[in-house]
């Protein structure tokens, strides 16, 4: 028999808790609304670092030229993107990240697909 306050969940227990933890954070981020007041930062929005797609492994006649980092930053877009995230509407994603990309001009269609972003939050 084991001691009183001495039994401790298994790993696969803790990765389930941790798991219902973040996915319960996030709602509650997404649902009161301080993720997109924080993103949206007063009308001044935060900067995204967009980082290309790794080509290491696509053949040497197909890759683009050298596509570099990039930073912008972006307002006014949050509030739809968080609601679009939460609702997992990726085609709304999808064109609230091309009107995201349409300033970058001439490198627009270099960074319609990419790596990841960060966001300066």
């Known amino acids: 028999m084991r001691a009183k306050g001495k039994i401790s969940p298994t790993p696969a227990s803790l990765e389930k808790i941790d798991s219902a933890y973040w996915h319960r954070r996030r709602e509650n981020l997404i649902r009161s609304g301080w993720l997109a007041r924080h993103l949206d930062n007063d009308g001044r929005g935060r900067r995204m670092e967009i980082y290309p797609v790794d080509q290491a492994h696509v053949p040497e006649e197909r890759r683009r030229p050298t596509i570099s980092q990039r930073t ?4 006014y877009i949050w509030g739809d ?41």
């Open 72 to 75: 912008i930053t972006v307002r």
């Open 81 to 121: 993107l968080v609601d679009a995230w939460a609702k997992q509407d990726a085609d709304l994603v999808d064109e609230i990240w091309d009107d995201v990309i349409s300033d970058l001009d001439s490198d627009y269609n270099a960074y319609a697909y990419v790596a990841s972003v960060g966001i300066s939050a």
